[in-house]
């Protein structure tokens, strides 16, 4: 039922879209195997040899004013030495809409069903042996007051759910507003108020209202630099609202080059839905390399490493990292190939609440993606 709600909608936005511009849709297909030796697959200490096909299904559809993709993926996979099959999914929706030429529209939905909590996108998150359905999503609209200055509205939802008894399932909701003033032709300032509401079903664990003052900044064609921070006040859910203070702030630096890239960002927020706890302080700090020497190759390094601890101020209780690299080869334009090898270590210092494990792997892999081109349809 969920998937059949989300082609109605998809074929909703485009028909749409068809009174307004001419709409090109194309569809996508991919089908992607993998071989993949891991030390502690799924955190249970004994090495594991992989199998994996990955189907994937979806369509990407754009005309002047609207830029749509949608996507849904399954893993199959098989573990040889315990001789198990498992099953994951993966599915996503983006659109962006330019309504009127003041006046931008977006939306966003991502979500996960694994296995293998090291998986999923955000470092943190409850390592243990059991499946976890991760989602993020959110919409939101841009409104043009004057050339230099823009409001934007957004709303965020983050959502994790562990398949344990006793453990709810833990929602963040997140709406903000800023307003933003264009000092010239490259850098943009900003004041920005976020509420968020941690909410471990039916119970709400803490609130938060952060103002924000953020500065983006593009210092050259190729490094571009953003900035943001401010207070927070956290108003305790389960203390009679014992309110407490604490900074938080992001900042990163990125640079785009003819055949290379780079992005470093770091910061400390609180954050929710990590699976254990409804609501954790969080710092963390990210690093991705990507180089591009000829056409057909690609390479790429990756890696982050957190803290995380019991909303707002608590100790320690989780911390670790990830790093991992590879190369890629395209040997048609239709077919590609990969190699990859990543290390994760995550520390359960004093959770005290999921029967956290700790996590010490590494992943070696090899895969093969199959992407083949469809002529793309004018509606």
Do not use: C
Not at 98 to 123: F, K, M, N, Y
Not at 229 to 239: E, F, I, K, N, Y
């Amino acid at each position: 039922m969920r998937w059949a709600a989300f082609s109605v909608a998809v074929v909703g936005v485009l028909g749409a879209q068809v009174a307004r511009a001419e709409t090109i849709v194309k569809p996508l297909v991919e089908l992607g195997t993998e071989a993949r030796y891991d030390t502690d697959p799924y955190l249970n200490g004994n090495q594991e040899v992989f199998s994996k096909i990955s189907p994937k299904l979806g369509l990407t559809a754009a005309n002047e004013e609207l830029k749509l993709d949608a996507w849904y993926a399954a893993d199959a996979l098989y573990k040889a030495v315990q001789q198990v099959p498992e099953l994951d999914h993966r599915a996503a929706f983006d659109i962006k809409d330019q309504l009127t030429h003041r006046l931008a529209v977006r939306g966003d939905v991502e979500a996960w069903r694994v296995q293998d909590p090291t998986s999923l996108p955000r470092l943190g998150l409850a390592a243990i042996p059991v499946p976890i359905f991760y989602s993020t999503g959110g919409a939101g609209l841009t409104y043009q007051l004057s050339p230099r200055s823009s409001v934007l509205l957004d709303d965020r939802q983050e959502v994790a759910k562990i398949d344990q008894a006793g453990l709810p399932l833990s929602l963040t909701q997140a709406p903000s507003a800023s307003y933003q003033y264009k000092l010239g032709a490259r850098g943009t300032v900003g004041v920005t108020y976020r509420y968020q509401a941690f909410i471990a079903v039916p119970d709400v664990v803490g609130q938060t209202h952060t103002g924000l003052l953020t500065w983006d900044h593009q210092l050259s064609e190729k490094w571009h630099a953003y900035a943001k921070g401010g207070p927070l006040a956290w108003v305790d859910g389960t203390q009679r609202g014992a309110t407490s203070v604490v900074p938080v702030g992001e900042a990163g630096i990125t640079w785009a080059g003819e055949l290379s890239e780079i992005d470093l960002i770091g910061g400390h927020d609180l954050l929710g839905s990590a699976g254990y706890a409804a609501a954790v302080w969080a710092d963390y700090a990210e690093l991705a390399v990507a180089w591009h020497p000829w056409r057909k190759l690609n390479l790429w390094l990756g890696s982050g490493a957190f803290r995380n601890g019991l909303a707002p101020d608590g100790p320690t209780t989780v911390q670790g990292y990830s790093i991992g690299g590879g190369l890629g080869w395209a040997f048609t334009r239709e077919i590609s190939g990969h190699l990859q090898a990543q290390r994760i270590q995550q520390q359960d210092i004093n959770t005290g609440a999921a029967q956290l494990v700790n996590v010490d792997r590494n992943i070696f892999g090899v895969q093969l993606t199959w992407a083949p081109e469809f002529a793309p349809k004018h509606i």
